[in-house]
T-cell receptor, first 113, second 117 residues
Framework: DGGITQSPKYLFRKEGQNVTLSCEQNLNHDAMYWYRQDPGQGLRLIYYSQIVNDFQKGDIAEGYSVSREKKESFPLTVTSAQKNPTAFYLC????????????FGPGTRLLVL | KQEVTQIPAALSVPEGENLVLNCSFTDSAIYNLQWFRQDPGKGLTSLLLIQSSQREQTSGRLNASLDKSSGRSTLYIAASQPGDSATYLCAVKAERYSGGGADGLTFGKGTHLIIQP
């Protein structure tokens, strides 16, 4: 089945700890995205990548980092500099013409201990 | 900066009714507009994608319209069912004058829809 997988489903972070959220897609899409969703809010863009080894900051990149070493994978690291990390994190992918649907993964919920 | 607003924030209607969800955006320079459905604690499911050159798209009981010049879109749901209960999100992809077309979407806060059996 083609799609996007995210792991883990739930993640707990201790103070001062960096944690990494996984996102893998087998849709052969060049573009991948990370969004953050807070309760009662729409999604906000953290980072996006149009191609391997390239990525761009979105609207709320501070306290986050990403890498894109493979086309299929776009992991997101929530660093200790992110002071309010509790949220629902969604990964998406699409083609790069600007006119395709974005497909979303099931999400990872990050909680702070 | 692009802003997307969805009205109403919440809606509860009896089963069988036809209903309209509204979305407005401030910058008409968009590639497309997309409507998504989100169930509690889940990811997003794409419902309809309308390109900037199109006026509407239909899928089953769903019909979405786009008036790019006025910055408005509506999602029409016919003969609503309890299974339609979810949060509906509207999102736009902005045109860019440099770089590729893989920029992210700008989302509204959603309409929380409850269909009463």
């Amino acid at each position: 089945d083609g799609g996007i997988t995210q792991s883990p489903k739930y993640l707990f972070r201790k103070e001062g700890q960096n944690v990494t959220l996984s996102c893998e897609q087998n849709l052969n899409h060049d573009a991948m995205y990370w969004y953050r969703q807070d309760p009662g809010q729409g999604l906000r863009l953290i980072y996006y990548s149009q191609i391997v080894n390239d990525f761009q900051k979105g609207d709320i990149a501070e306290g986050y980092s990403v890498s894109r070493e493979k086309k299929e994978s776009f992991p997101l690291t929530v660093t200790s500099a992110q002071k309010n990390p509790t949220a629902f994190y969604l990964c998406a992918s699409s083609g790069t013409s600007g006119r395709e649907t974005q497909y979303f993964g099931p999400g990872t919920r990050l909680l702070v201990l | 900066k692009q802003e997307v607003t969805q009205i109403p924030a919440a809606l509860s209607v009896p089963e069988g009714e036809n209903l309209v969800l509204n979305c407005s955006f401030t910058d008409s320079a968009i590639y497309n507009l997309q409507w998504f459905r989100q169930d509690p604690g889940k990811g997003l499911t794409s419902l309809l994608l309308i390109q900037s050159s199109q006026r509407e798209q239909t899928s089953g009981r769903l019909n979405a319209s786009l008036d790019k010049s006025s910055g408005r879109s509506t999602l029409y749901i016919a003969a609503s069912q309890p299974g339609d209960s979810a949060t509906y999100l509207c999102a736009v992809k902005a045109e860019r004058y440099s770089g590729g077309g893989a920029d992210g979407l700008t989302f509204g806060k959603g309409t929380h829809l409850i269909i009463q059996p």
